[in-house]
Protein backbone atom coordinates (compact mmCIF):
# COMPACT_ATOMS: atom_id res chain seq x y z
CA UNK A 1 0.00 0.00 0.00
CA UNK A 2 1.19 3.84 -0.94
CA UNK A 3 0.24 6.54 0.91
CA UNK A 4 -0.25 8.48 -2.78
CA UNK A 5 -0.46 7.38 -5.83
CA UNK A 6 -3.61 5.57 -8.18
CA UNK A 7 -6.55 4.98 -6.30
CA UNK A 8 -6.05 1.04 -7.10
CA UNK A 9 -2.80 0.83 -4.85
CA UNK A 10 -2.65 4.33 -2.53
CA UNK A 11 -4.77 5.58 0.54
CA UNK A 12 -4.42 9.20 -1.36
CA UNK A 13 -5.03 10.25 -5.23
CA UNK A 14 -5.77 13.44 -7.14
CA UNK A 15 -9.17 12.59 -6.16
CA UNK A 16 -8.39 13.33 -2.62
CA UNK A 17 -8.50 16.94 -3.55
CA UNK A 18 -12.25 16.97 -4.59
CA UNK A 19 -13.21 14.54 -2.05
CA UNK A 20 -11.81 18.01 0.62
CA UNK A 21 -14.17 20.47 -1.99
CA UNK A 22 -16.56 17.84 -1.62
CA UNK A 23 -16.92 18.06 2.37
CA UNK A 24 -16.97 21.56 1.99
CA UNK A 25 -19.97 21.40 -0.35
CA UNK A 26 -21.11 18.67 1.75
CA UNK A 27 -21.16 20.74 4.99
CA UNK A 28 -22.85 23.51 3.36
CA UNK A 29 -25.90 21.36 2.25
CA UNK A 30 -26.25 20.08 5.57
CA UNK A 31 -26.04 23.18 7.20
CA UNK A 32 -28.54 24.27 4.66
CA UNK A 33 -30.72 21.52 5.20
CA UNK A 34 -30.41 21.58 9.16
CA UNK A 35 -31.62 25.52 9.07
CA UNK A 36 -34.49 24.11 7.07
CA UNK A 37 -35.20 21.78 9.16
CA UNK A 38 -34.86 22.98 12.69
CA UNK A 39 -34.71 26.72 12.14
CA UNK A 40 -32.28 27.14 15.16
CA UNK A 41 -34.49 24.76 17.76
CA UNK A 42 -31.53 22.78 18.85
CA UNK A 43 -28.39 23.96 20.32
CA UNK A 44 -25.46 24.15 18.50
CA UNK A 45 -23.53 21.22 19.50
CA UNK A 46 -26.32 19.01 18.57
CA UNK A 47 -26.86 20.65 15.01
CA UNK A 48 -22.50 20.39 14.57
CA UNK A 49 -23.63 16.44 15.52
CA UNK A 50 -26.04 15.79 12.80
CA UNK A 51 -24.46 17.74 10.49
CA UNK A 52 -21.32 15.82 10.81
CA UNK A 53 -23.16 12.67 10.76
CA UNK A 54 -25.34 13.83 7.65
CA UNK A 55 -21.91 14.47 5.58
CA UNK A 56 -19.98 11.41 6.66
CA UNK A 57 -23.57 8.89 6.41
CA UNK A 58 -23.02 10.14 2.63
CA UNK A 59 -19.94 9.71 1.75
CA UNK A 60 -20.14 6.36 3.44
CA UNK A 61 -23.09 5.30 1.44
CA UNK A 62 -21.49 7.10 -1.77
CA UNK A 63 -18.14 4.95 -0.77
CA UNK A 64 -20.63 2.07 -1.06
CA UNK A 65 -22.38 2.34 -4.10
CA UNK A 66 -19.11 3.30 -5.93
CA UNK A 67 -17.80 -0.10 -4.55
CA UNK A 68 -20.68 -1.81 -6.52
CA UNK A 69 -20.14 0.68 -9.51
CA UNK A 70 -16.60 -0.04 -9.68
CA UNK A 71 -17.09 -4.06 -9.22
CA UNK A 72 -18.97 -4.05 -13.15
CA UNK A 73 -22.32 -4.15 -10.89
CA UNK A 74 -23.99 -2.23 -13.83
CA UNK A 75 -24.50 -3.99 -17.23
CA UNK A 76 -25.06 -3.26 -20.40
CA UNK A 77 -23.00 -0.72 -22.90
CA UNK A 78 -23.68 1.87 -20.39
CA UNK A 79 -22.75 -0.03 -17.20
CA UNK A 80 -19.42 -1.57 -19.01
CA UNK A 81 -18.51 2.40 -19.69
CA UNK A 82 -19.08 3.49 -16.73
CA UNK A 83 -17.35 0.92 -14.75
CA UNK A 84 -14.47 1.22 -17.19
CA UNK A 85 -14.64 4.71 -16.13
CA UNK A 86 -13.89 4.27 -12.69
CA UNK A 87 -10.65 2.58 -13.77
CA UNK A 88 -10.17 -0.07 -11.13
CA UNK A 89 -11.57 -0.92 -7.35
CA UNK A 90 -9.97 1.33 -5.05
CA UNK A 91 -7.83 0.21 -2.08
CA UNK A 92 -9.38 -0.18 1.06
CA UNK A 93 -7.47 2.33 2.82
CA UNK A 94 -8.85 4.89 0.23
CA UNK A 95 -12.14 3.95 0.42
CA UNK A 96 -12.50 3.54 4.22
CA UNK A 97 -9.41 6.07 5.07
CA UNK A 98 -8.36 8.31 2.59
CA UNK A 99 -11.76 9.56 1.10
CA UNK A 100 -13.48 10.17 4.28
CA UNK A 101 -10.84 11.86 5.96
CA UNK A 102 -10.75 14.07 3.18
CA UNK A 103 -14.57 14.49 3.42
CA UNK A 104 -14.36 15.08 7.26
CA UNK A 105 -11.10 17.60 6.69
CA UNK A 106 -13.89 19.40 3.87
CA UNK A 107 -16.20 19.94 6.64
CA UNK A 108 -14.24 20.84 9.23
CA UNK A 109 -12.89 23.45 7.01
CA UNK A 110 -16.59 24.72 6.07
CA UNK A 111 -17.00 24.82 10.17
CA UNK A 112 -14.71 27.34 10.53
CA UNK A 113 -14.48 29.31 7.04
CA UNK A 114 -17.99 29.00 5.66
CA UNK A 115 -17.10 31.29 2.79
CA UNK A 116 -15.01 28.68 1.15
CA UNK A 117 -18.47 26.92 0.57
CA UNK A 118 -18.59 28.41 -3.22
CA UNK A 119 -15.04 28.02 -4.56
CA UNK A 120 -15.38 24.58 -3.44
CA UNK A 121 -18.70 24.00 -5.22
CA UNK A 122 -17.33 25.64 -8.11
CA UNK A 123 -14.13 23.52 -8.52
CA UNK A 124 -15.97 20.34 -7.62
CA UNK A 125 -18.29 21.02 -10.87
CA UNK A 126 -15.20 22.07 -12.78
CA UNK A 127 -13.22 18.83 -11.14
CA UNK A 128 -16.21 16.49 -12.30
CA UNK A 129 -17.00 17.82 -15.58
CA UNK A 130 -13.67 17.65 -16.78
CA UNK A 131 -12.89 14.13 -15.28
CA UNK A 132 -16.47 13.12 -16.75
CA UNK A 133 -16.69 14.91 -20.59
CA UNK A 134 -13.05 15.63 -20.94
CA UNK A 135 -10.63 12.77 -19.38
CA UNK A 136 -11.02 9.10 -20.76
CA UNK A 137 -11.35 7.36 -17.24
CA UNK A 138 -11.17 9.24 -13.89
CA UNK A 139 -7.44 7.90 -13.09
CA UNK A 140 -6.35 9.38 -16.01
CA UNK A 141 -4.75 12.86 -14.52
CA UNK A 142 -3.43 10.52 -12.09
CA UNK A 143 -1.22 8.33 -14.68
CA UNK A 144 -0.24 12.00 -15.90
CA UNK A 145 1.66 12.82 -13.12
CA UNK A 146 2.61 9.65 -11.43
CA UNK A 147 6.26 8.75 -11.84
Request: avoid cysteine; proline fraction near 3%.
Amino acid sequence: MLLWGLKTEAAFDLWSLEHLANGIAMAAAAQFILRSLVKNKIPEAQRVFFSLTLVIAAALFWENAEHYIEAGLLSGAWGERVTFWFAGIEHWTNRLLGDNLMIFFGWLIYTKKPRFAFAAKLFSTVWLLLHILVFPDSMYLQRLISP
